[in-house]
């Protein structure tokens, strides 16, 4: 197995004793690098004649090879350790968001215009004009994060407090990326019914609900239930994010080879929510050709564990993975580590093109397929070609609430994922660049637009 990437996912701050002498930091740092840490900033903290105290700060690749850093350190002679801190806990300690007041309260005419009495007049004209809510509240820019914690990330189903810090860094984004001020709704519950009441009752307060980390199939009617019952947005961001980004990802790839999605095979690897979201968007957007597989292989017709949402896709021919990729021209991934081999990849047409997008660890290393593909992409922010939801739920959102659109829909969803691939230049396109930056201004600005005008061409918008 190749080895992975130190990532500050895994990130330390090693205080540490050394010697004042010259020469000791060097042997602190050849050991790091002997044991594959990526060494970063270094401070001095203080400094007599005798001794200097430093913080270190390493990348390490996971828990085990973070360990194994700071005992390759305490292995040095004359350097003693201090303390350690792993920097991704410091981070969370406390939580990551809080509520801020947007006037302040400074005298008695501030706070008799901001609560009573002076609310009360405010309070009346809302429920005299119900539409006035959004122009007098923070209706008009909060969204709902809401999770039952059933399936958080890639690691199971972790309940409802075990998702807060998956909903709170979602919070960030919301505001980080789109001014949007979204709160973690973590429901200690796993029934649909009491979900989609609940979050019915609590839907006056927001102007969107964005779904997150609910398990297969339940989502499913999760969303669509909630969806039917609401007049504001609801999108589930683990579906209909990645199939955004997915699409605008592969529109680009295919510029690069040559192909047209409309002739192309396709094998969807994974046959959950993303899996499922994304080989419907890929329809909607042209697709003809798509095998998905699931833990069992293909999803064939003749499969007497099939669901609803996987009957849809189900073929007449069953099979493996290995079976299903034969002169396929793209895969993509959104299931286990390690499930897809060079050897299948070989198998494939040519100038494959791979999205393994499992998180942490992709379906395959890109290290090991390297010069046999045309283009690979993964999930994960220290290689090439990061396939992230960031890249569409913030714009996606800003644009809904701006428009006040009542739902989100497939429409919206392809202008949404032809807007982000646009902003990929012609001259700036190639295997390691098909998608852009989170961190690229012009993506929000650019989906929304995209998104506002889908809305209005529908006739959904109500501004």
């Not at 004209?125 to 914690?149: M, R, S």
């Not at 691939?421 to 993506?443: C, G």
Request: hydrophobic residues 45%; proline residues 5%.
């Amino acid at each position: 197995m190749v080895q992975l990437t130190p990532n500050s996912s895994y990130s330390l701050t090693i205080r540490l004793q050394l010697p004042n002498r010259a020469g000791t930091l060097a042997k602190v740092t050849q050991a790091i690098a002997e044991v594959r840490g990526n060494l970063g900033t270094i401070h001095l903290i203080d400094q007599t004649r005798a001794y200097t105290t430093r913080e270190i700060t390493v990348d390490a690749a996971s828990t085990e090879h973070a360990e194994q850093i700071v005992q390759a350190v305490r292995a040095v002679q004359e350097v003693k350790v201090l303390n350690v801190f792993d920097r991704t806990f410091n981070l969370h300690r406390g939580g990551k968001i809080t509520m801020e007041n947007k006037i302040a309260l400074k005298t008695q005419g501030d706070l008799a215009m901001a609560y009573t009495p002076g609310v009360g007049r405010v309070c009346m004209e809302i429920a005299n004009h119900p539409a006035e809510v959004y122009n007098f509240t923070i209706k008009q820019n909060t969204v709902a994060i809401v999770t039952d914690g059933s399936a958080v990330l890639g690691l199971g189903n972790l309940g409802p407090a075990g998702a807060l810090p998956v909903m709170e860094g979602k919070a960030m984004l919301f505001k980080a990326f789109a001014e949007i001020d979204a709160f973690p709704i973590c429901l200690d519950t796993q029934n649909a019914d009491e979900i989609v009441e609940t979050v019915k009752n609590i839907a006056p307060v927001f102007g969107g609900v964005n779904l997150e980390d609910i398990s297969a199939p339940r989502c499913f009617e999760i969303e669509a239930r909630l969806r039917k019952e609401l007049e504001i947005p609801v999108f589930h961001d683990d579906q209909h994010g990645t199939a955004i980004v997915s699409l605008a990802a592969l529109i680009n790839a295919l510029k690069l080879v040559d192909k047209s999605l409309e002739n192309i095979r396709i094998v969807m690897n994974g046959a959950g929510a993303a899996g499922v979201a994304i080989a419907r968007l890929l329809q909607t957007a042209g697709a003809k050709y798509i095998t998905m597989c699931d833990s069992r292989g293909i999803v064939s017709e003749d499969r007497p564990d099939l669901n609803e949402q996987k009957r849809e896709f189900a073929v007449e021919k069953g099979g493996t993975l290995a079976d299903a990729l034969q002169g396929t021209d793209v895969f993509i991934g959104v299931s286990v580590p390690g499930v897809l081999t060079p050897e299948m990849v070989r198998s494939m047409a040519k100038d494959p093109i791979i999205f393994a997008m499992a998180n942490p660890i992709p379906e395959i290393q890109p290290e090991e397929v390297i010069d046999d593909v045309a283009v690979i992409a993964t999930g994960r922010s220290d290689y090439p070609n990061q396939i992230n939801n960031v890249l569409a739920f913030p714009g996606i959102f800003r644009g809904a609430l701006d428009c006040r659109a009542r739902e989100i829909t497939p429409s919206m969803y392809l202008s949404a994922a032809k807007a982000i691939a646009a902003l990929v230049k012609p001259s700036d396109l190639d295997r390691e660049n098909i998608i852009p930056s989170v961190f690229d201004d012009r993506v929000v600005t650019a989906v929304s637009a995209a998104v506002q005008q889908a809305a209005r061409q529908e006739g959904i918008a109500r501004v």
